[in-house]
């Protein structure tokens, strides 16, 4: 009889116990979303009605994959009237440049409240099909987001084709435009090592890097090859630059941003006129992936997909030192023309 009180009241105090356990948990990670709910000054500096300046709570679970479909685009007539869902165009683009950080970009800005994400590469601009949808096809594709809140979209392709600028200039000329950029041949050996990869998947061969970088009739750099062509930044600025002050531009150094994010993130918030949100406590470093990662609360943390920070193949000291000595000049225009300096050779 003794035995069974005891068990009982062991059995008590064990649900009673999970209970507390449990509700210090959810304490403790409503607290940690409720001190960024701090007011907000809108993108384009005009403040909504009063009230209206503050995320709800309810934002941040969306962006927390509680109402994954929202952030999908997808949500019923009637929770888009309850919840005052718009899905908008975006205030700023990520542009480019590819294999400069652009996914880690997007997401660590995404840690931000009043930023909402746009999950896929949308590829309107850059493909001629896309782009004969229509921008109502565009704004369609973006998340579901509060009407203060401002949708960032990601599409690196942007940067070096053609048709973009004037199509993007169409849409909204006063657009704020977000270049994340690496050391050039650090980047075009990324570019490299992203397309090997996708031969090796399919068991395909393919060229070395070298081969594909220095001409073998000159010896010279291979302009033609893509990765290559890509790096040679301030090419693909001045065509940009046809259409756009340069004050509508925002540098990311994307090598920075890979060891210490936190000052360049700051950066960005600062040009995109909102409020400093995103702290030390959103980043922490992971040693086993060797980059840092995202923090959003107590229980929800995520570093990105394995496919961002590969091992490079090693290059021909040689040919690393004749490219570098080849983006040199174009380096010293990027720095000029941007008021950027980077120290790479
Ligand atoms: P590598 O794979 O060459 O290391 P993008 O998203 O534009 O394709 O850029 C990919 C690059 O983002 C990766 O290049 C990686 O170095 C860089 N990166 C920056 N911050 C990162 C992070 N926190 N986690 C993973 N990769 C990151």
Redesign the pocket.
Known sequence: MLFKQQALLRQKLFVLGSLAIGSLLYLVARVGSLDRLQPLCPIDGRFGPRGQDEIPLRALQFKRGLLHEFRKGNATKEQIRLHNLVQQIPKAIIIGV???????LLEMLNLHPAVVKASQEIHFFDNDENYAKGIEWYRKKMPFSYPHQITIEKS?AYFITEEVPERIYKMNSSIKLLI?VREPTTRAI?DY?QVLEGKERKNKTYYKFEKLAIDPNTCEVNTKYKAVRTSIYTKHLERWLKYFPIEQFHIVD?DR??TE?LPELQLVEKFLNLPPRISQYNLYFNAT?G???LRFNIVFNK??AGS???I?PEVDTSVITKLRKFFHPFNQKFYQITGRTFNWP
Not at 98 to 104: E, H, I
Request: with cysteine.
């Open positions: 590819r294999k400069g950080g652009t996914r880690a690196p994340i990324s090592t994307g941003l890979i994010p992936r980059f840092y990662c570093c990105l961002k920070g590969r490079h």
